[in-house]
């Protein structure tokens, strides 16, 4: 074919794929008018944005629809879920329902901080009178503490006991909460120092988050679970979901996820650096599977070394974990010094029953974020 | 507000988005037969179906043209990435260009295998006469490979030195190359054995990689590049880059970002295991980025033990630099336990520093991925 006939006919295509997609933007700036109004009309009455049968009933139709036109229904599906996504933001936007109109004041200690900010923002849509507190206000403390309904502790970890310990003379029926992301110190500081409602929260998510639907709020009851049920009914209006677990489960849980991977990725990082790696070359050479690897450890060096060493440094029960984990590290690397393949895969085989359907599951959700991590690459 | 009021406005609501569904679906149709089109026309002249000027610019006249109509525009850029990952198949479709329509005949030893089946593919639909030998095909290797221009070893890493042995009496032209995930070792071994040009060639993806758009192809010279270079063509036709590196450097980057990595998240499994966590109550529990921590752990234990531990247990020097990684580990640890947190601090930020540029570009990519996981969450 001549160069100029091969330019102008893939100039027409392109032109005609440019028309659809400018279609394609109109009609998804008339969708998110609709769910905006889904978003107005649920809050009216306080039904939480998030509907899983709905969702899943949408899914079902468009998959169906695709299959007959010849579409691989993954697509739609995928392209459905980001739309989705972004429609749980716009039905956030018109406020929220009040859950407890009675409540006086809300006191967010930290207020001004990454975590505080969030509350501060969720409360104020929902109609709530907040008052954020920082250092400097602790001189002015009686009268803020006056009306407070909430007092909500949304300090960094390493400050949360000393702050608590200051909080002995809030109104009786004010509720005292933190949102730290350990649970059983912060508790028991609470109860000792209020004789009020108390509970221990951590909300499972980062601050970048840009909606709390389908997020995670654990809660771990400290006392007259009643008197604050509704603090926990305006979190899941907000569209997050209460996960209840007792305050020592939670830690140990977190120490297993959040400390040991935290720490084993930061030690990762320091072998790649310290083992001469080259980064550029690593990267270029990765596959997919491993770019996803790289990005899981390099994604915590952008972040501040403060917040991570706080989290690892906060409990000293985490270091005997950690050692076990080097431990069985090392016992492991033994079988593949001796060449013992059989010992290796027999324990593989335990793990793989341990983990039991979530290892499918896992790797069924790898394999999108791995179309989703292709996709982003330059 | 009257419930059957509220329930007839929001089924009205619902039914107008599931309209605007539907015609998102036909809207989709139509640029998957344009997309194909575009394919087919690339193929004739064998241009790449991948044009990143092309995508860019697709990308920015969209979320322009989304900022002026008041949405965010990264929505449309993750359709419209989703959208252009998709066609990138269908252009696949069509079949590939023949680079070297001289080629006589390519054997795949090994063709039935995960990784073997999709040369034998993308081969075929690039109109060559392909062969596929397995173990049952020994007996004819002098007639099957007489004509050969092209064989390739897909093997078993534990079976491909073994094979390779046996390739002695190729034709004195014929193009020796192996898709190993080590290259020191089979690319000396295939060098001792034939006279004639020899590649080392690592398929950085895995077997259920959709196309080959994006991908990476490791390339180690090994004798006569000329002569092979139309066989790195046809890779790049396919859609794959190909990334020439030194097989001794290669196997270094793998060790660490490979191996390293797969037996530390095998052995975190196995440290889940034996300290008694629940895994359930974990998943429930997990923030969306310790979601994505175990979806990696986790997706592992789906597969094949035997898979995992034939990479582990390839390379002995493999075992010195783990040990490496485990002292570190506890090194590491030694200042947590002695409290030394400006240390810690310290050494997180010299790594930080050695990620450079990657570690801010990793943390934007991780929130497209964490993005990507809640959506997929039911």
């Given at each position: 074919?001549?160069?100029?006939?091969?330019?102008?006919?893939?100039?027409?295509?392109?032109?005609?794929?440019?028309?659809?997609?400018?279609?394609?933007?109109?009609?998804?700036?008339?969708?998110?008018?609709?769910?905006?109004?889904?978003?107005?009309?649920?809050?009216?009455?306080?039904?939480?944005?998030?509907?899983?049968?709905?969702?899943?009933?949408?899914?079902?139709?468009?998959?169906?629809?695709?299959?007959?036109?010849?579409?691989?229904?993954?697509?739609?599906?995928?392209?459905?879920?980001?739309?989705?996504?972004?429609?749980?933001?716009?039905?956030?936007?018109?406020?929220?329902?009040?859950?407890?109109?009675?409540?006086?004041?809300?006191?967010?200690?930290?207020?001004?901080?990454?975590?505080?900010?969030?509350?501060?923002?969720?409360?104020?849509?929902?109609?709530?009178?907040?008052?954020?507190?920082?250092?400097?206000?602790?001189?002015?403390?009686?009268?803020?503490?006056?009306?407070?309904?909430?007092?909500?502790?949304?300090?960094?970890?390493?400050?949360?006991?000393?702050?608590?310990?200051?909080l002995n003379s809030l109104p009786d029926e004010c509720i005292l909460a933190d949102v730290t992301s350990i649970k059983e110190s912060p508790l028991y500081e609470m109860l000792k120092v209020h004789k009020g409602p108390v509970v221990g929260l951590h909300p499972m998510f980062g601050p970048d988050v840009a909606s709390l639907v389908k997020q995670t709020v654990i809660a771990c009851e400290g006392r007259q679970p009643d008197s604050y049920q509704w603090l926990l009914q305006q979190i899941e209006v907000w569209g997050a979901k209460i996960y209840p677990v007792d305050a020592s489960a939670h830690d140990q849980a977190m120490a297993m996820v959040q400390v040991m991977r935290h720490f084993s990725t930061i030690a990762y990082g320091y072998h790649l650096m310290t083992?001469?790696?080259?980064?550029?070359?690593?990267?270029?050479?990765?596959?997919?599977?491993?770019?996803?690897?790289?990005?899981?450890?390099?994604?915590?060096?952008?972040?501040?070394?403060?917040?991570?060493?706080?989290?690892?440094?906060?409990?000293?029960?985490?270091?005997?974990?950690?050692?076990?984990?080097?431990?069985?590290?090392?016992?492991?690397?033994?079988?593949?010094?001796?060449?013992?393949?059989?010992?290796?895969?027999?324990?593989?085989?335990?793990?793989?029953?341990?983990?039991?359907?979530?290892?499918?599951?896992?790797?069924?959700?790898?394999?999108?974020?791995?179309?989703?991590?292709?996709?982003?690459?330059?």
């Open positions: 074919m001549e160069k100029h006939v091969f330019d102008e006919k893939l100039a027409g295509l392109r032109n005609e794929i440019d028309d659809i997609d400018s279609q394609l933007v109109n009609l998804l700036k008339k969708r998110r008018t609709v769910t905006t109004k889904v978003g107005a009309l649920k809050n009216e009455v306080g039904m939480p944005i998030y509907a899983p049968e709905r969702e899943e009933a949408l899914l079902t139709k468009r998959r169906q629809q695709a299959q007959e036109a010849g579409l691989n229904p993954d697509v739609i599906e995928d392209v459905l879920r980001r739309l989705m996504s972004d429609s749980y933001l716009s039905q956030d936007s018109s406020g929220y329902l009040c859950v407890n109109p009675d409540c006086k004041k809300i006191v967010v200690i930290g207020g001004k901080g990454q975590l505080g900010k969030i509350f501060v923002d969720l409360f104020t849509r929902s109609n709530y009178q907040v008052e954020i507190m920082e250092q400097e206000d602790w001189c002015n403390s009686e009268t803020i503490f006056t009306n407070a309904s909430v007092v909500i502790v949304a300090v960094p970890i390493r400050l949360t006991t000393t702050i608590i310990q200051r083992e001469g790696a080259d980064i550029a070359q690593l990267v270029e050479m990765s596959s997919p599977i491993y770019r996803l690897e790289l990005i899981m450890v390099g994604r915590l060096f952008a972040q501040s070394p403060v917040l991570y060493s706080d989290i690892i440094f906060s409990n000293a029960d985490n270091i005997h974990m950690m050692k076990r984990f080097a431990y069985r590290f090392l016992e492991l690397l033994e079988d593949v010094e001796m060449g013992d393949k059989d010992s290796f895969i027999d324990m593989f085989n335990q793990v793989s029953d341990w983990f039991g359907d979530y290892a499918g599951e896992f790797l069924k959700e790898s394999k999108s974020m791995l179309l989703k991590a292709n996709e982003l690459k330059k």
